[in-house]
């Protein structure tokens, strides 16, 4: 249950930590994103900690003198929870919660809070709360009866705890349910692929950080109807059109769950047969919020996770959204070679950007030279159908045509080509 739903809303310090070569002006970038977060997960930012270490304390992350000041802080603005930027250790968030006498979460507990409460398919409850077992599984040594808290503050929601021993045999067994159940959707998903596959169409994947923008231009290209909302992983299931390209190309268009700094690598495991798709796709459209205070951070955020799903190697075409609002995205695209800046809400440098899809679509063809006799009118049309047909001359054996093909299209007029 929702904390805002409860009439409630937890008071939460923030707390982060610059180790060089990060500098105070990122960790407090990073720590602002960090408020977003919290807010998107039903909690109030009641103040925030800053500090410079040569390197993570092993024992307690900010050490026993900084914990001991993070107390008197907490006590001072009554806090609930004490939320750090970076991923704390099992050992590290039991030993921050003794000296400081609350909760001690890190960004991945909101972000996969986040996911709890937006989950909506059987597939994205499975995935997240897979992610959420996987994250807590290590953390129930030494807790004891704390976790008995079913439905209480960020981080909680989810499955619910009891007793130590009984908790770890049931969260295994509900892993190993998940696990199963989430194989045979990936079967299912992958079976729906190769269908897709056979249809020859390209696939074309919507990416960026959260809250980029990536569902208002999905339904600005396809009236999608998806919902919208100015709020950080307001959908996190991929949905999938069909798209007419102004060449009369059809392509089918995902829009796909954002992206995040340090996002969660439970995350990353569990919705990796969902980012498939991405992995597939023969083009990403790399959406940018151009009203970003840090859009080129945002970028490799992006970039990295990717890197991280087995997609960095797809191309990409960077479209520089809310081009309505601010002049920056006709900055960044022009500080970027071959992007563009569009908005997807007034529909700005929508054309361009379907015209810059298809264009990069066909390049990424192969030109072939093909004969084809005149008794093989049947072929001569197929090859029209199938490709882009580039020249086009009629000799005594022939016709005689350079043409874009995929891999299918290769193989089938193999016979033909010279």
């Not at 982060?16 to 109030?44: C, F, I, K, N, S």
């Not at 045979?184 to 992958?190: E, Q």
């Not at 991280?308 to 809310?322: C, D, Q, R, S, Y």
Request: charged letters at 30%; a neutral charge.
């Amino acid at each position: 249950m929702s904390l805002i739903q409860r009439g409630f809303r937890e008071k939460i310090v923030l707390v982060g930590v610059t180790v060089p070569p990060a500098t105070d002006d990122e960790t407090q970038r990073h720590l602002d994103e960090l408020a977003l977060l919290v807010d998107t997960a039903g909690a109030d930012v009641v103040a925030r900690e800053v500090q410079r270490r040569d390197a993570p304390d092993p024992a307690t992350y900010i050490g026993k003198g900084k914990a001991a000041e993070l107390r008197n802080l907490s006590e001072a603005v009554d806090a609930d929870t004490v939320v750090f930027d970076d991923e704390l250790s099992p050992a590290q968030s039991r030993n921050l919660e003794k000296i400081l006498g609350r909760t001690a979460i890190d960004r991945t507990a909101v972000i996969l809070d986040i996911f709890a409460q937006n989950a909506r398919t059987e597939e994205g409850r499975a995935q997240v709360e897979l992610a959420q077992l996987r994250y807590r599984l290590p953390r129930l040594r030494g807790r004891g009866l704390a976790l008995s808290q079913q439905a209480g503050r960020i981080g909680t929601r989810g499955p619910g705890e009891t007793k130590l021993e009984e908790d770890r045999r049931r969260l295994l067994r509900r892993t190993t349910r998940l696990e199963a159940d989430l194989g045979r959707l990936t079967a299912t998903r992958r079976l729906q692929r190769k269908s897709r596959e056979r249809s020859r169409l390209f696939g074309l994947s919507l990416v960026g950080y959260t809250n980029a923008g990536k569902s208002t231009l999905l339904n600005r290209l396809t009236d999608a109807g998806v919902l919208v909302e100015d709020r950080l992983f307001a959908t996190l299931d991929p949905r999938t059109r069909r798209l007419e390209l102004p060449g009369g190309e059809t392509v089918l268009l995902s829009d796909t769950v954002g992206f995040v700094r340090k996002l969660p690598h439970q995350l990353v495991e569990a919705f990796r047969s969902t980012l498939e798709v991405v992995k597939e796709s023969d083009l990403l459209v790399h959406v940018v919020d151009s009203a970003s205070p840090d859009p080129e951070g945002e970028i490799e955020a992006v970039r990295t996770a990717l890197g991280e799903i087995g997609a960095g190697h797809v191309p990409e075409l960077l479209a520089f959204n809310k081009a309505d609002v601010t002049r920056e995205a006709k900055r960044l695209s022009d500080r970027h070679p071959g992007s563009l800046a569009v908005s997807g809400l007034r529909g700005d440098g929508v054309d361009g950007l379907l015209r810059a899809v298809g264009d990069r679509l066909r390049a990424s063809l192969d030109v072939v030279e093909m004969v084809v006799p005149y008794d093989h009118g049947d072929v001569l049309a197929a090859v029209h159908r199938e490709g882009e047909v580039l020249v086009e001359t009629h000799e005594a054996e022939g016709a005689h045509l350079r043409v874009r093909l995929d891999g299918a299209g290769k193989a089938r007029f193999r016979e033909f080509q010279s």
